[in-house]
Nanobody, 129 residues
Framework: QVQLVESGGGLVQPGGSLRLSCAAYGFTLDAWTIGWFRQAPGKEREGISCISSRDGSTKYADSVKGRFTISKDNAKNTLYLEMNGLKPEDTALYYC??????????????????????WGQGTPVTVSS
């Protein structure tokens, strides 16, 4: 059974940094495209970064490009999101998700893992002074 467990969220001041982790169980990270999503209060869930299962290439939403870095440790079967230069508008619930039908090359960050995919429970990030 596929399971994703996020951790690392918290309260941070503007300009600060956080590293989110997503431990994966029941599959190996190289098998499927996997990524990070976030949902701010009153807003739709949005994809912010993903790693392709085909070649390990990465994609970033314009809102986080240059500030966030996605990576994975295959030995630990864990996905990470390093977040620097955090802004109040980054405040959201952050999720990792994967889907065997997700093609990073064809679907990009517009894809929302569905019935064949899996989501973590989310970890909250609050950026505030």
């Amino acid at each position: 059974q596929v399971q994703l467990v996020e951790s690392g969220g918290g309260l941070v001041q503007p300009g600060g940094s956080l590293r989110l982790s997503c431990a994966a169980y029941g599959f190996t990270l190289d098998a499927w495209t996997i990524g990070w999503f976030r949902q701010a209060p009153g807003k739709e869930r949005e994809g912010i970064s993903c790693i392709s299962s085909r070649d390990g290439s990465t994609k970033y939403a314009d809102s986080v490009k240059g500030r966030f870095t996605i990576s994975k440790d295959n030995a630990k079967n864990t996905l990470y999101l390093e977040m620097n230069g955090l802004k109040p508008e980054d405040t959201a619930l952050y999720y990792c998700a994967t889907d065997p039908l997700w093609s990073a090359e064809d679907d990009g960050l517009a894809y929302l893992p569905g019935v064949f995919g899996s989501w973590g429970q989310g970890t909250p990030v609050t950026v505030s002074s």
